[in-house]
């Protein structure tokens, strides 16, 4: 046996002597920590087991575990039992298949221990315990017909007695619920026999609400949303491939039983809305309303009735949550949706809100303004729910939705505008803002943008009222910790103390929105004023998705689409370290493939190893008379700059394509070029000395790229030429986009009078200036001082 088998038998060894020394009352205390310890041994509690000739021990350590472990289910004490039952459930995760094989006997006692009264913790953990157990064998098919196929019946009817009984405590129907959605699923025949006992318990769960709570029970909304979760699955039980029908009609049913709620709730006003699909009042027309409303019989989902106008709104949102839970859960097959069916329900919901400015609803006369007043204090809870059935059928569908975006859009806006005074409308409406222009903000037109702005605005306002709240609370904290008492420090503690109380989740929704209406809307029809309440908000905030939003997509000013100062200085000084900041900074430029060089085994498809590892080949080679008169000819930057780098041997072709250093030449090929331009240097020397002095400076950037100086990229120093041919400025075109002024001893010594004018203009010269130049393509230096281009203008103009 191994080192390592031995020291994990000497660990179980220790844990077995550890549960049999310890007496029952203190084995809750211990159990966790053994628990950890059997994670530790798992190899050899996995391993299978041995003769005795080869590892007695540790086939003795195993089993006399397993023992232990049966005793302690089988226990008199509580204490004894809750113990047995993590420590079962620790070893039969860490043993794997031949634990699992071999738990039949622990699944029996588990299933015992749940008909026991024991206390609620104790069933809990036997239920988690023995849906663990069954999930685990629906790997292995024979292990599904030896051990969940016979318990699994006995485990669900003992669970609903149990969850019927008064002693049931919430976590333990919490408890039950979960393991029935997760169970019925894969084994629907059996869940089949006791469908209508589970069916009849979540309607007294989904008919439950505060307003009309039953006597001896309480749910609360955990308990709610597990009941729509389950009600929702158990189409799954429907025989003969019949679960898409079965699903259809769940969703049909709902939506008919929520109109009928509509229809009992909204009776104090009268409504415009007229249903798209055909969908028929269930109140009788004509008829004098009378009393308080209600619902005596059951809907078509077999809710039991209710009464009064909290009632029907809590039944009228718990009717759209279960909408919005059977469109989020996945489905074994496919189902089709009536899409349509649902958003006229959304349509008769949203239609309606509070009173708002000159927009206010008709009223029904023969209904009391109590009724009505209570009927608007409870809209905004049937409005958030309706919006959060907007996010979820936009997430689940996409861009299948699309073009039922703007009509639910253009009700978001309108029912925001009456009640954004609720925090939690404020939130579901931030929330599905922000998934309606991740779908269609960029095709949005300028009229649309304008009807979201009052969102955008309220988002930015209360960022910054948090950011505000945030920043006086922590002023007041400094001012009480150093001990001043000065009147400022007064006024900060009042502030913050006074400081209004802000909802997490409109918080996170609002900085969830802000980066996404930057992104996604066209820059052009976003006003200004909108623009920089949204920078600001990005800015004094530091949300980091908003800046880089903001540098990726700036906005155009003016008619001439010039650029307006971008963020990114304030983005690098607040996230120096964050990759998005870094690849702005300093994007990777990729290779430039053209061949091969046939110069080293070391080079892959055109790349030499350079400063900066970018390099052209000698795969770019061409007619060198295009390069030698490309000043007759009309043509790109780019086309020039690589038409001038083929006028090189192939040593100037292997130069680094990004390098801020002059080009290198042959003595031969210096004095060709210096006698070739000497005499028109001359020529147009004269003009050139009447030009301005301020030309001769050169750029930022030439200076700090000038070569074999600091903070420069390496090249060949130009004085390395002077003692060969005639000192000249060279004609020829860099290799870079960074142009380097010559040294202060070759201008001296070749310039009686200062150089030519050096254009500003990223695109090349007409035809007229580019003979002055004799076919030299020069490219401009990359400086954009607004001094410069206002001396060049006035030097222009005279």
């Not at 094989?101 to 029996?108: D, F, H």
């Not at 405590?169 to 469908?195: G, K, Y």
């Not at 540098?551 to 996230?575: E, I, M, N």
Request: contains cysteine; aromatic residues 4%; proline residues 6%.
């Amino acid at each position: 046996m191994s080192t390592v088998r031995t020291q994990q038998a000497a660990a179980l060894r220790a844990a077995t002597y550890r549960l049999s020394s310890t007496p029952s009352k203190q084995l809750p205390y211990i159990a966790p920590q053994i628990a950890a310890q059997l994670w530790s041994c798992k190899e050899l509690l996995s391993s299978a087991t041995e003769s005795a000739k080869q590892s007695n021990d540790a086939s003795a350590v195993v089993h006399r575990l397993k023992t232990h472990l049966s005793t302690l289910l089988q226990d008199r004490t509580v204490e004894g039992r809750w113990s047995g039952v993590v420590l079962v459930k620790a070893t039969i995760e860490a043993g794997g298949l031949e634990v699992l094989t071999k738990s039949n006997a622990w699944v029996r006692n588990l299933l015992g221990i749940l008909k026991k009264p024991d206390p609620s913790t104790t069933r809990n953990l036997a239920i988690v315990a023995l849906t663990r157990i069954f999930m685990l064998t629906w790997e292995y098919s024979s292990l599904v017909r030896e051990i969940t196929t016979p318990a699994l019946p006995t485990f669900v009817a003992t669970c609903l007695s149990n969850a019927g009984n008064k002693r049931c405590s919430s976590s333990e129907l919490s408890t039950i619920l979960e393991a029935f959605a997760t169970l019925l699923p894969s084994h629907p025949t059996i869940f089949r026999t006791n469908e209508t006992q589970i069916r009849s318990l979540l309607i007294i769960i989904l008919s439950a609400s505060p307003s009309n709570a039953p006597e001896h029970f309480h749910f609360t909304t955990d308990h709610r949303s597990l009941a729509q979760r389950l009600f929702v699955l158990l189409h799954h039980c429907s025989p003969k491939q019949g679960s898409s029908d079965k699903w259809g009609e769940i969703l049909k049913e709902t939506v008919t039983a929520a109109h009928g709620t509509c229809d009992r709730l909204f009776r104090a006003l009268v409504e415009d809305w007229k249903s798209a699909t055909g969908v028929r009042p269930s109140a009788l027309p004509n008829v004098l309303l009378q009393g308080e409303m209600e619902l005596e019989s059951n809907d078509l989902l077999g809710l039991s009735g209710w009464k009064g106008v909290y009632a029907g709104s809590e039944r009228l949102a718990s009717q759209l949550g279960m909408i919005k839970t059977q469109l989020n859960i996945a489905t074994t097959g496919s189902v089709t949706v009536r899409l349509g069916m649902v958003t006229d329900l959304l349509t008769r919901v949203l239609s309606l809100r509070v009173p708002y400015g000159k927009h206010n609803t008709k009223a029904n006369i023969q209904i009391s303004s109590d009724e009505r007043e209570a009927m608007f204090s409870v809209l905004p809870s049937a409005h958030v729910a309706a919006l959060q059935l907007i996010d979820a059928i936009l997430h689940r569908f996409g861009m299948g939705v699309v073009p039922v975006v703007l009509p639910l859009l253009n009700q978001v806006t309108w029912v925001f505008e009456a009640e954004r005074s609720d925090v939690h409308v404020k939130t579901a409406t931030y929330t599905v803002m922000a998934a309606i222009l991740r779908l269609q903000g960029q095709s949005m037109a300028r009229e649309d943008v304008a009807d979201i702005e009052p969102v955008l605005r309220a988002c930015c306002q209360d960022l910054l009222l948090t950011d505000d709240s945030a920043a006086s609370q922590a002023n007041g904290t400094s001012h009480k910790q150093s001990g001043a008492t000065s009147d400022l420090g007064l006024q900060s503690s009042r502030a913050a103390a006074s400081a209004p109380t802000v909802f997490d989740g409109a918080s996170a929704a609002a900085e969830a929105l802000l980066p996404v209406c930057i992104s996604k809307l066209e820059p052009a029809h976003v006003p200004g004023r909108l623009r920089a309440l949204r920078e600001r908000s990005a800015v004094l905030t530091q949300n980091k998705d908003a800046l880089v939003a903001c540098v990726l997509s700036p906005a155009v000013k003016g008619k001439a689409s010039s650029v307006q100062a971008s963020l990114l200085p304030l983005l690098a000084k607040q996230y120096p370290d964050a990759p998005e900041v870094e690849a702005l900074l300093r994007p990777r430029m990729p290779f430039i493939r053209t061949g091969n060089t046939g110069h080293g085994e070391d080079e892959i498809d055109g790349y030499e190893g350079g400063d900066d590892g970018y390099a052209l080949d000698d795969g770019m080679n061409g007619d060198d008379e295009n390069a030698q008169n490309g000043a007759e000819q009309d043509y790109e930057p780019a086309d020039g700059l690589l038409s001038a780098l083929r006028q090189g041997d192939a040593a100037t072709h292997s130069e680094d394509l990004y390098s801020a250093s002059p080009p290198r030449q042959t003595a031969a090929n210096h004095v060709h070029n210096t006698e070739a331009t000497v005499d028109k240097r001359k020529a147009d020397a004269a003009p050139d000395s009447e030009r301005s002095a301020k030309r001769t400076q050169a750029s930022v950037v030439a200076e700090t790229l000038l070569p074999n100086t600091a903070n420069s990229v390496p090249g060949v120093d130009p004085m390395t030429l002077q003692g060969q041919v005639p000192a000249t400025i060279v004609s020829e075109p860099p290799q870079s986009s960074f142009v380097t002024a010559p040294e202060p001893s070759q201008q001296s010594a070749t310039l009686p009078s200062p150089p030519p004018q050096v254009s500003t203009s990223a695109f090349p010269q007409p035809a007229a200036e580019a003979e002055d130049d004799d076919s030299d393509f020069e490219m401009p230096p990359l400086t954009m001082d607004a001094s410069d281009d206002e001396d060049e203008s006035g030097d222009d103009e005279e």
